[in-house]
């Protein structure tokens, strides 16, 4: 169990050691994985932005996701789920979660581009993987940026979802594999969704930490 994202996210910099000083990009999924990010990236040395990317969610079910869609794009779909939708479906709630990549970018990057990754080593970082359709899209959205090496950090996820995972990234680095596992809150004594201000107060004093 983790105390809060905080101690997680310390004790995956741990995890992640062999990356400190080595150039890296640290890209985190917000808004939970902004904190996580912050930690990992300040440990590592490393350079750090949030890669903006959502869950594309069953109509009347948002948190049933078929898929997952990257600013670039790039999308990730749950065959399963998305051959339940027609394709007017699936087009009208990528268009949407596209509006919130597009506000979330103004908002939390203040509308800057993401860092040059190409043949770089990017570490992805998230505050846990449930379904993990936004690390899938992620890891896409790298790829089709010309990453060198993709790896997946996060504290906590399934052991059945880290061995989907490591078939689509370099490497995968999961603290807490728990096999019973229902939400990402059950590894940790406190945890809360943050907001789009508690985010970008991650990022704002990443900058500050480095003028």
């Given at each position: 169990?983790?105390?809060?994202?905080?101690?997680a996210?310390l004790?995956l910099?741990?995890?992640?050691?062999?990356?400190?000083?080595?150039n890296?990009?640290v890209?985190?999924?917000?808004?939970?994985?902004?904190?996580?990010?912050?930690?990992?990236?300040?440990?590592?040395?490393?350079?750090?932005s949030l890669i903006?990317v959502?869950k594309?969610?069953?109509?009347?079910?948002?948190?049933?996701?078929?898929g997952?869609i990257?600013?670039?794009?790039?999308v990730?779909?749950?065959?399963?789920?998305?051959s339940?939708?027609?394709q007017?479906?699936?087009?009208?709630?990528?268009?949407?979660?596209?509006a919130?990549?597009?506000?979330?970018?103004?908002?939390?990057?203040?509308?800057?581009?993401?860092?040059?990754?190409?043949?770089?080593?990017v570490?992805?970082?998230?505050?846990?993987?449930?379904?993990g359709s936004t690390?899938?899209?992620a890891?896409k959205?790298?790829k089709?940026?010309?990453?060198?090496?993709i790896i997946v950090?996060?504290?906590v996820?399934?052991?059945?979802?880290?061995?989907?995972?490591k078939k689509e990234?370099d490497?995968?680095?999961i603290?807490?594999k728990?096999?019973?596992?229902?939400?990402v809150?059950q590894?940790?004594?406190?945890?809360?969704n943050?907001?789009?201000?508690e985010?970008?107060a991650?990022?704002?004093?990443?900058?500050?930490e480095?003028?």
């Amino acid at each position: 169990m983790f105390a809060d994202r905080k101690d997680a996210a310390l004790r995956l910099s741990k995890a992640l050691e062999k990356f400190k000083d080595k150039n890296v990009v640290v890209l985190g999924i917000p808004r939970g994985g902004a904190e996580t990010a912050y930690y990992v990236a300040r440990h590592l040395n490393a350079e750090l932005s949030l890669i903006l990317v959502r869950k594309l969610g069953y109509p009347g079910n948002e948190e049933y996701a078929f898929g997952a869609i990257a600013e670039d794009g790039s999308v990730y779909y749950n065959k399963n789920a998305r051959s339940k939708l027609s394709q007017d479906t699936v087009n009208t709630i990528e268009t949407k979660e596209k509006a919130e990549i597009e506000r979330r970018i103004q908002t939390l990057r203040k509308g800057g581009k993401l860092p040059q990754i190409k043949n770089k080593t990017v570490i992805i970082v998230d505050d846990g993987i449930a379904t993990g359709s936004t690390i899938f899209a992620a890891i896409k959205m790298c790829k089709n940026k010309g990453a060198a090496k993709i790896i997946v950090a996060a504290p906590v996820s399934s052991p059945d979802k880290e061995r989907e995972l490591k078939k689509e990234a370099d490497e995968v680095c999961i603290l807490l594999k728990p096999y019973q596992f229902y939400a990402v809150s059950q590894a940790y004594d406190s945890f809360y969704n943050l907001t789009d201000d508690e985010a970008l107060a991650f990022m704002e004093r990443w900058e500050k930490e480095k003028r």
